[in-house]
């Protein structure tokens, strides 16, 4: 991977999670009224929320760093493999989540009368998010296992996409409310620090390499 361009789409694989990560803490923060783990991610960025362009950028800057990121991937990985484009899906359906925003803050409430067609296109897109998600770091996992500078990573990424879809079926059940939203939060922070988590490893493996050499192809 060349030093130059390829660390900076790299890079966009811990940047990306941190940004979208302080978006949500400090947008949680500014919402007068309600606890930090009482509104859920996408409720930051409704129509109804406080400073709700903090979420927005948060939703875009994730989704747009995961799209560079995937393609950093797909000079790692072997042609074909799964892993880089369901990265570049997961940023592409964060980015529209962020455009294509909710209606209000909280999901029920007085005057909720249904929901507008930008709200429902965040639904889909949320969901397609959430699965890709969950996905990579499993389907990344196995192609590690073969490969001694990755192989290391496989279990760490496999424990992270379980626990985090085991969190997503918690919230999906709403059987911790009022607290469901810090569910959420935890269910998005996995696989986004198995994200981060490969990141580093990418820029570990390229150093060891060397200046003017490539880091060896994993699986």
């Known amino acids: 991977m060349e030093q130059g361009s ?6 966009c694989g811990i940047a990306g999670p941190v940004l979208f990560t302080a978006a949500w803490v400090a947008g949680s923060l500014l919402q007068t009224g309600h606890s930090a783990g009482s509104v859920q991610l996408s ?3 409704a129509m109804d929320a406080r400073d709700p362009g903090l979420m927005m950028a948060g939703f875009v800057g994730l989704g747009a760093c995961s799209i560079a990121f995937g393609a950093a991937l797909r000079r790692l990985r072997p042609a074909g493999s799964a892993g880089p484009w369901l990265v570049t899906v997961a940023g592409a359906a964060t980015v529209a989540a962020g455009l ?9 409430g007085p005057g909720f009368t249904g929901e507008s067609w930008h709200n429902q296109v965040h639904d889909v897109v949320s969901g397609v998010a959430y699965a890709a998600m969950i996905a990579v770091p499993l389907v990344l996992a196995h192609s590690f296992r073969a490969d001694p500078d990755w192989a290391g990573l496989s279990r760490p990424l496999q424990v992270l996409a379980i626990v985090s879809a ?13 607290w469901n939203a810090a569910v959420q939060q935890a269910a998005v922070t996995l696989p986004l620090t198995a994200e981060v988590l490969i990141a580093v490893r990418m820029l570990t493996v390229g150093r060891r390499a060397g200046p003017g050499g490539r880091a060896r192809r994993a699986g």
């Open 166 to 178: 085991a969190a997503l079926a918690l919230f999906a059940s709403r059987a911790l409310e009022p």
């Open 6 to 11: 390829g660390w900076l789409l790299t890079s």
């Open 100 to 108: 294509f925003r909710r209606d209000h803050l909280l999901l029920t």
């Open 43 to 45: 409720g930051l960025a």
